[in-house]
């Protein structure tokens, strides 16, 4: 996604969600992000891959308002946030040590500079019943 534009959630291997971040979005935009998220957690426990690669970093009010996002949300985050893998460089690395400072995240929070070893580690974070629901990897031509 290293040319598009936007948020994206993408499902369709759900219960493991794919988001990716492109390389220009609004705040209104980061706004139904995190709504969207909710709804997504909504649904039961899910674990989630970040691609950042090539993306607009959020700003310091849309960290922000990813951590407020937990705080409001503290019971269902923690509840069906099972896990997250971002897929990015140094400059995330920073950012998410700087959120994970501001509040500890209830889940495990790893930082890959690819998708592979991402999608590899988040799967395996997941309880075997939720792994059994994951649609095969495509990257990897089945299960790791």
Same mark, same amino acid.
């Not at 948020?7 to 291997?13: A, K, V």
């Not at 957690?41 to 700003?59: A, E």
């Given at each position: 996604?290293?040319? %598009?534009?936007?948020?994206?959630? &993408? /499902?369709?291997?759900?219960?493991?969600?794919?988001?990716?971040?492109?390389? %220009?979005?609004?705040?209104?935009?980061? @706004?139904?992000? /995190?709504? &969207? !998220?909710?709804?997504? /957690?909504?649904?039961?426990?899910?674990?989630?891959?970040? #691609?950042?690669? @090539?993306?607009?970093? =959020? @700003? %310091?009010?849309?960290? $922000?308002?990813?951590? #407020?996002?937990?705080?409001? &949300? &503290?019971?269902?985050?923690? %509840?069906?946030? !099972?896990?997250?893998?971002?897929?990015? #460089?140094?400059?995330?690395?920073?950012?998410?040590?700087?959120? @994970?400072?501001?509040?500890?995240? =209830?889940? =495990?929070?790893?930082?890959?500079?690819?998708?592979?070893?991402?999608?590899?580690?988040?799967?395996?974070?997941? =309880?075997?019943?939720?792994?059994? $629901?994951?649609?095969?990897?495509?990257? /990897?031509?089945?299960?790791?």
């Amino acid at each position: 996604m290293s040319s %598009a534009r936007g948020i994206e959630f &993408d /499902l369709s291997r759900y219960p493991l969600v794919i988001h990716r971040l492109g390389s %220009a979005y609004s705040s209104a935009e980061w @706004n139904q992000m /995190l709504l &969207d !998220l909710i709804k997504i /957690l909504s649904r039961g426990p899910i674990g989630v891959i970040t #691609d950042t690669r @090539n993306g607009q970093m =959020p @700003n %310091a009010v849309q960290r $922000r308002s990813f951590i #407020d996002m937990y705080e409001q &949300d &503290d019971r269902l985050t923690r %509840a069906h946030f !099972l896990t997250l893998g971002v897929v990015g #460089d140094l400059t995330i690395q920073g950012v998410i040590t700087a959120l @994970n400072w501001l509040r500890p995240p =209830p889940h =495990p929070v790893k930082v890959f500079a690819t998708f592979e070893a991402a999608e590899t580690w988040v799967f395996q974070q997941l =309880p075997e019943s939720l792994r059994q $629901r994951v649609p095969p990897f495509k990257s /990897l031509g089945g299960r790791p």
